[in-house]
């Protein structure tokens, strides 16, 4: 049995890049520990997409900063995008990416191999089974910040202790709220901002942090906020409430 999630570990930038080129980028821009492509997730013809599909070596994730509505995405799911833009068999991408994987490089591919007709020896390898070893961040960051309970949350029935709980803390400099997330060990992996000035919200009234140039995001779609907190309890009850947003728990 061949394990996706393993396969995919496996694939370097350049196999990365091969296989974005193969899928139908016309062009790409490799940086330091990224890479950007057009936007092919959500445009059919890559000379029409703009340079916004970002690939971060680390995290082996994809993010489209324009049409796509996730958070991110793997290379298996650029994949199922592209299949159905173009209306194409699933399967047989992914045994490409099989092929690739393996033999590290890229048989020869043209437009032909899309009208040939394919039967798919995918069903038997396992089923990507994501789980992101997402790096993590030193807490000492959070010095920057300081505890006060905004009355924007208070107000939401938020409370203090609650507040403090889930570590909660507020940025002087941007007014805005500071969401500290951790991973189920309690590790810190990510840092979102409740903008509360109008002209911030414009951009979005959730958003990443920037540190001194450095964006403290991390692929949402991978991880449970407040699971370091409720762990135990879930454990007791056998039960868990599962919500969308960082104000749910
Ligand atoms: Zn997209």
Redesign the pocket.
């Known amino acids: 049995m061949i394990d996706l999630k393993k396969l995919k570990e496996q694939l370097t930038p350049e196999d990365i890049i091969e296989l974005v080129t193969f899928l139908g980028a016309d062009r790409f821009i490799q940086r330091n520990n990224y890479i950007i492509f057009p936007?092919i997730?959500?445009n059919i013809d890559s000379e029409e997409a703009s340079l916004k599909?970002y690939y971060y070596e680390n995290s082996q994730l994809f993010k489209?900063y324009?049409?796509?509505p996730e958070e991110s995405f793997d290379i298996y799911a650029l994949f199922e995008k592209r299949f159905k833009l173009l209306k194409k068999n699933y399967d047989y991408y992914k045994d490409i990416v099989l092929v690739i994987a393996k033999n590290k490089k890229v048989v020869e591919f043209n437009n032909q191999i899309f009208n040939d007709k394919y039967e798919s020896d995918f069903s038997q390898y396992n089923s990507p089974n994501i789980v992101l070893n997402i790096p993590t961040i030193s807490k000492r960051i959070l010095k920057a910040f300081t505890f006060f309970p905004t009355a924007e949350w208070l107000n939401d029935g938020i409370s203090e202790e609650a507040m403090k709980e889930y570590n909660i803390l507020y940025s002087i400099d941007r007014n805005s709220i500071i969401i500290p997330h951790y991973n189920e060990k309690n590790e810190l992996i990510g840092i979102r901002g409740r903008n509360l000035n109008d002209e911030d919200i414009a951009y979005g009234k959730y958003t990443p942090v920037q540190i001194e140039g450095k964006i403290y995001s991390h692929p949402l779609t991978y991880n449970l906020y407040g699971l370091n907190n409720v762990k135990e309890n879930i454990e007791r009850y056998r039960m868990a409430i599962i919500a969308e947003g960082e104000l749910s728990p």
Do not use: I, R
Request: aromatic share 0%; charged share 0%.
């Open positions: 936007t997730c959500h599909l489209c324009t049409g796509c």
